[in-house]
């Protein structure tokens, strides 16, 4: 290599010395070299960028998650389908007996955790904040991947007992305790006080789009036992005066209604609206042991809640990370496609310099003549001709590099899409542009290299 270098390092002279004295041509040439290797290096940032936030999407929704969720009945005594009256049937909805129906008889579970919200108004020496009340399980945290930064998880005593202890949202402890700590300290929600034992970590990860699928924003959100839920704040299951006072004007509400049986009530939207939500549990989420596993255990509980649920469809079974790789691989699509136009532009720059050398070789005949006339050999002209185009491309690709990384953060910074420029892509980049530099302008250098040196000296 060395030996090599030694023998030809006044061909590169030259070629340094051509680049230099051709100061606009060169950079001219180069520029289809610089924006290609920008674009290439941008568009894979937003490719890295893409997967980065989906990774973190599926920590955040839980790996090997299944959601159930209800589906809400609308209030009516009977349906019709394609002109046929569908018979009513009876299901008490997503309740707690569901949960340990699936503890006790599914061996691929690993964690299940109830879930019950609603939103309301949180209060602390005057202090007011909408934020939503969240009834859980200890597991629900192991879940969701939600690490405390101080206090403590419920404890068994706390969980079986539905003490008033409650975990925060980084969002809810900046608004009360941004100058106290918080553990220890109450806070009242809808008329009760609960004690605060722990802080959730803050979390910046978007997850638009999948709230609907029972996905929270966890920083606004208050936790407690679902125990303490459904003890002290809103148990559906649980006949009130609310519903009496329905059924008195609609006995249906009580006794007849499509998945209704008595008992089973409203907290506050009995006899109120359209809908009725008679479930004791606002979803319900389960976790198997290996992703391998989430397909059959998805189709297990759908079996087995419609049969609980006495075939009634009044449940729906949702799985957020497949929803994700699905987004995943939509993107990964797209982030192919700008790749590729992307890339387009290093041919098209490359497609430049061939032909700059062209011209370069046609201008400097008499130059080649003379080296070859005084000893140079074919090898010699290859050389100088082919060093000048790579050198052109390896510091377009250099000044690439700098404007790619530039652009990244410009559309990181202006279109709010995440990027992340790697080593692997600057080294792809720089690659690529290096090769293109070989690449086309071998041919050049060759046709230089075959000439006459006879006919080269008598060229006007």
């Known amino acids: 290599m060395f030996k090599f270098f030694f023998r030809y390092f006044h061909d590169i002279e030259i070629a340094v010395e051509s680049i230099v004295s051709n100061k606009l041509k060169s950079m001219l040439t180069a520029l289809g070299i610089i924006f290609g290797v920008a674009a ?3 568009m894979l940032a937003i490719g890295k960028g893409a997967k980065q936030e989906i990774m973190e999407q599926m920590k955040m929704v839980g790996v090997n998650n299944i959601l159930i969720n ?6 009516t ?9 569908q ?12 949960v340990e129906t699936i503890r006790e008889t599914i061996p691929s579970v690993k964690r299940i955790s109830p879930e019950v919200s609603f939103s309301a108004t949180a209060m602390m020496n005057g202090v007011k904040y909408t934020a939503k009340l969240v009834g859980v399980s200890n597991d629900y945290f192991e879940l969701y991947n939600l690490p405390l930064i101080e206090g403590a998880f419920f404890n068994d005593f706390q969980a079986r007992n539905g003490l008033q202890v409650c975990i925060i949202g980084a969002n809810i402890r900046a608004k009360f305790f941004s100058k106290l700590n918080p553990i220890d300290q109450y806070i009242k929600f809808n008329g009760i006080w609960l004690k605060v034992i722990g802080v959730l970590q803050k979390t910046n990860v978007s997850l638009t789009g999948f709230e609907e699928k029972g996905v929270n924003v966890y920083n606004d959100n208050i936790y407690i036992p679902i125990e303490t839920m459904l003890l002290r704040f809103q148990n559906r299951a649980l ?12 006995p249906m ?3 007849g209604g499509p998945g209704r049986m008595f008992g089973v009530s409203s907290s506050s939207d009995a006899g109120l609206s359209g809908e009725t939500n008679y479930n004791q549990l606002d979803r319900i989420v389960v976790q198997v042991n290996e992703t391998e596993e989430i397909t059959p255990t998805t189709e297990i509980l759908s079996r087995m809640f419609t049969r609980r649920h006495s075939g009634v469809k009044d449940f729906e079974i949702t799985v957020p990370e497949l929803l994700l790789k699905q987004q995943q691989r939509t993107k990964d699509i797209f982030n192919i496609v700008l790749g590729a136009i992307a890339s387009i532009s290093l041919i098209v720059g490359g497609i430049g310099i061939m032909n700059i050398m062209f011209a370069s070789v046609m201008e400097r005949i008499k130059e080649i003549g003379t080296r070859m006339a005084i000893g140079a050999k074919k090898m010699d002209i290859v050389v100088q001709f082919l060093s000048e185009a790579v050198l052109i491309s390896i510091s377009g690709g250099f000044v690439g590099i700098f404007l790619g990384v530039i652009m990244a953060k410009l559309i990181e910074e202006i279109a709010g899409i995440m990027t992340l420029v790697s080593f692997f892509s600057v080294f792809i980049a720089f690659g690529v542009s290096a090769a293109v530099g070989v690449i086309f302008g071998y041919s050049p250098a060759k046709r ?3 000439r006459d040196p006879i006919e080269s000296l008598r060229y006007e």
Do not use: H
């Open 253 to 255: 509400m009580m006794f």
């Open 239 to 250: 006949v009130n005066t609310k519903l009496v006072s329905a059924a008195s004007t609609n």
């Open 77 to 85: 005594s009977s349906s019709e389908e394609n002109g046929e009256k």
């Open 448 to 450: 230089a290299s075959e």
């Open 87 to 98: 018979q009513n049937k009876f299901s008490r909805g997503l309740s707690m007996m569901d």
């Open 40 to 42: 290439v290096i941008a």
């Open 70 to 75: 209800p589906i809400i009945q609308e209030k």
